[in-house]
């Protein structure tokens, strides 16, 4: 069975006029527009998204600190749990709620990933406070192998509680075939978190066909499962996320590239499928239509596990 994921969050907050480019980034809509977080994640949903993600990946101190908010890290992203949850639970579908767990600093950054003495705690804070809300831990757009298992370690503690189920989603250099951003290999980031107990493993924020040489390869690595959801923009030398240095949009087939880049991954062995920045409900509502023929399995916690 193909689980499908929900699309890029951030990124559809900021068309929706909910967050913007600079500063605080998605954060600014639980702040200011809690209710169209909610609406956001009821869309994607609706689209038929199985998995969503809460909205907690700029509930860091390094982006809060722009606005003098690094101390309410745990508050929002607190926040951004209950908002997906409550969508979750209204919705009226089985959909499950992905805690998510971002890069610290600057996403693709491996050169900026915190030290291990900072992370640690960073993360079992932020992984703590999102128990409540959520069905499994998501640590995403991990650059390199270090920063996958701080995120990792701090999931797997506060998933112990109920058995929740953690995966890793690391992002890969452009280019097919080579590895993390940090330079790794998959199979160097696999082994450096063999000793965990990782549920499954996934790439995102990454062009679709290095996503597909990814997933081609992790297959002939682990039996757990895999999958993929990609981004729709190049990555400049110096990238940050509140704007600085803006992405580069890529030009895609639109939607039907989307689903095309789905089915390969499929092909390759993905039952994880979605979108990240850029991806909007409706591609996701595409995805689901060209699914909808899969069999149809309960989907709960324990399934992902």
Known sequence: MVTVMDGGMGRELIRRGAAKRGGLWSARALLEAPQAVVETHLDFIAAGAGIITTNSYSCVPSYLSKAGLEDRYVDLASLAGRLARRAADTSGNNVLVAGGLPPLSESYRADLVPSDAESGPLYAALAQVLEPSVDLYLCETMSSARESRNAAEAALGAAAKRGL????????NELPGEGLRSGESIAEAVRALSDLRIDGFL???THPDAIEAGIAEIAELTDKPIGGYPNRFNVPKGFTLDGE??????????TQGFIESAARFIGRGATLVGGCCGIRPEDIAALAKFLRNADAVPLTSASLA
């Open 203 to 205: 790439f995102n924020c």
């Open 245 to 254: 240095v803006a992405v580069e949009p890529r030009q895609d087939k639109g």
């Open 165 to 172: 189920p953690v995966y890793v989603s690391w992002t890969l």
